[in-house]
């Protein structure tokens, strides 16, 4: 029987959470890292029990972990005890340095972008939100990092390259969110290895179709009223999240600061498909594993109220890819909910029916074993939740 | 022998019990023994002061025979009974956060 296997990031420390394929009882692993901000923990398609994690402190600053074994034991990439005495003599230790770049041969000038007070400000690294493993070379791993930029190793992690081209792309405009300007999500395209769509709060989509060597905004349609002077413009929209389903890697859905949205043409142009949603507004969205029509959200009250409409935790699901949407509550609290879920902390499994996860503010990581139609708490306890990432393994 | 001791949560990273014991080359500054202790344990590069400017995280403070060397010259010696392995280099993280 296949077993799912969890990653849950928190501010405290990761979990890895198994259950065989019934996704009735849970083992609870962890907290490794405790105390460090575990950012986005995943695995790599190509080798499941290859996974990177990002772990963060305001007193260390950034770390990366890789574990070769499921999660059971975890080293930053090139100082396993084998590699303090190998061959090529110490490592270097850079597997945490995310270095912009401004060589004249692939990089950049380290250029400015927009500041909360209207200046300009340098790009500063801080921390690394998203890793997102090559769909087949479990050495190759893409980092999304704050100040938005995008970095790629492809020795396992032990070093990283910034592909500078995207900064490029009016990046003075870009500029933080309240959570920093972040680049929060990238998606590789099954079909196509040369594409990449990536997405910054508060900047918006960008797609490569080089390998991400240049890169041109993907954020024709949306409308962003309340944040923008100019609620068209070609970039500086709070993206929060974009999903696709790999099938179909032209179709896009994306929940915006405000608004639901997607796209048929792979992100040439985007229309809103909120629908008859109690609120627009939210971080995470998914599609479900089987059908692509089908795709999923957490409706939140409001950007100034982090948490859902009337104390009620609802996901909603759409079967018609927007516009109509149904609220799923069986077994998730209906009074009293005051969480929020954050735009990494949802993910689908592979089985079938569909599972799906997501973790909260508040702790609490709940599962659906049947596509969204009743829930369980996986467990409820935690630190605050900041990613959810599911492995089905055979 | 220099004694550096570090915090709970770097001596995690670097799987290590108790103090750090180093040998160092030459003059015993921040920047010697910092260099020692990150060729021993290169998972703790960066963590401590930045990759490439080596400045100190802002967070994290050097202190030594019950002064506050943070904002000393990263080259300037360290006091004898640094030196002499009489008294540990203590890097502490600063009380801050909830």
Known sequence: ?394 | MIRVVLPAHLRTLARIDGEVKLDVEGQVTQRSVLDALESRYPMLRGTIRDHVTQKRRPFLRFFACEQDLSHESPDAPLPDAIATGTEPLLIVGAIAGG
Request: proline fraction near 7%; hydrophobic fraction near 30%; glycine fraction near 10%.
């Open chain 1, 1 to 394: 029987m296949s077993t799912v296997r969890l990653l849950v990031g928190t501010r405290k420390g990761a979990f890895i959470l198994t259950s065989d394929g019934k996704r009735k009882q849970w083992d609870v692993n962890g907290p490794h890292f405790g105390g460090w901000e575990m950012y986005h923990l995943k695995g790599s398609p190509a080798d499941p029990n290859r996974l990177y994690a990002s772990q963060t402190s305001s007193w260390f600053g950034q770390v990366i972990q890789r574990s070769d074994d499921g999660g059971k034991t975890w080293n930053a990439p090139g100082t396993k005890p084998e590699d303090l005495m190998g061959p090529d003599g110490m490592p270097k230790g850079v597997s945490n340095m995310f270095l912009y770049d401004t060589s004249a041969e692939t990089g950049r000038p380290l250029t400015t972008h927009q500041w909360y007070d209207g200046t300009q400000k340098p790009w500063e690294f801080k921390r690394v939100w998203h890793l997102e493993p090559s769909l087949t070379d479990p050495d190759t791993v893409y980092a999304g990092v704050e100040d938005a930029a995008l970095f790629r190793s492809t020795d396992g992690g032990r070093s990283w390259h910034e592909l500078a081209g995207l900064r490029e792309v009016k990046g003075n405009l870009w500029q933080p969110g309240a959570g920093g300007m972040c680049l929060h999500t990238i998606m590789l395209d099954r079909k196509n290895p040369q594409r990449i769509f990536i997405a910054i709060s508060a900047a918006g989509v960008f797609r490569t179709d080089d390998g991400g060597k240049t890169w041109r905004p993907a954020n024709k349609g949306l409308k962003s009223q309340y944040e923008l002077p100019d609620p068209d413009a070609e970039v500086g929209h709070c993206v929060h999240r974009i999903a696709m389903h790999p099938s179909r890697p032209n179709v896009l859905f994306m929940q915006k600061h405000w608004d639901v949205l997607r796209s048929d043409d792979a992100g040439e142009s985007w229309h809103e498909i909120s629908g008859n949603l109690p609120t627009d507004f939210g971080f995470p969205i998914d599609v479900h594993a089987h059908e692509p029509e089908t795709i999923y959200v957490v409706p939140i009250k409001s950007d100034s109220e982090h948490f859902p409409p009337d104390g009620k935790l609802r996901v909603y699901r759409s079967r018609t890819g927007g516009n109509e949407w149904e609220a799923l509550t069986n077994g998730l609290p209906q009074r009293d909910c005051y969480v929020n879920v954050l735009r990494d902390a949802m993910a689908v499994d592979s089985l079938d029916p569909c599972g799906l996860y997501f973790g909260t503010t508040g702790g609490q990581v709940y599962g659906s074993a049947n596509g969204g139609d009743s829930w369980a708490p996986i467990v409820r306890d935690l630190p605050a939740v900041y990613s959810v990432e599911v492995q089905t393994l055979p």
